[in-house]
């Protein structure tokens, strides 16, 4: 993500172009599930994605797989943002110092608890095994296959799939 990028790589503006479609579709895929507290709905949390990649000056893609993946882990950022900022609020304001205590946790509407708790957990994932999180990242959050995954790692696709069930034990044993 150089400033001086090749010109091959795609611009965000080109990237959101090309994939403005299959990025509403993750957007629905990341939001499903809310209930009427949903933090966003999928227009609104694509343009946010949008808002969040185009700060950065000089930000390309090398290709199409690596642009969803970096726009899956904006929109991930941007819903716990907005889960935290609401947290917030419900405990007196900006100026309140959060924690998630069990209480506190408990506290909050079910959708919003699970996404902290499955932020967190991946956050722990990284300390553990890196690939593994970035497996998740890109298959969970970027929406790509197997194949598309294993080529963006340097790894074949197998080694995609065991790092995938051993991320599904680990989540299921850091959100019980």
Do not use: C
């Amino acid at each position: 993500m150089d400033e001086a990028a090749p010109p091959d790589d795609l611009s965000v503006e080109q990237a959101f172009a090309g994939a403005y479609q299959e990025l509403r579709r993750l957007a629905r895929s990341r939001l499903r599930g809310g209930g009427r507290n949903t933090v966003l709905d999928t227009t609104a949390l694509v343009h946010e994605t949008y808002l969040k990649l185009s700060r950065g000056a000089g930000v390309s893609f090398p290709d199409r797989p690596r642009f969803l993946v970096y726009a899956g882990r904006a929109m991930r950022s941007i819903i716990v943002d907005m889960v935290r900022q609401r947290q917030t609020e419900r405990a007196g304001g900006d100026f309140a110092l959060v924690t998630l205590t069990g209480d506190l946790v408990d506290a909050l509407p079910a959708e919003e608890a699970h996404i902290l708790r499955v932020h967190e957990a991946l956050q722990a994932m990284v300390q553990v095994d890196e690939r593994m999180a970035r497996v998740v990242e890109m298959r969970y959050f970027g929406g790509m296959t197997d194949l598309e995954i294993g080529e963006a790692l340097g790894v074949t696709d197998r080694t995609v799939r065991r790092d995938w069930e051993q991320a599904r034990l680990f989540l299921a044993e850091a959100l019980k």
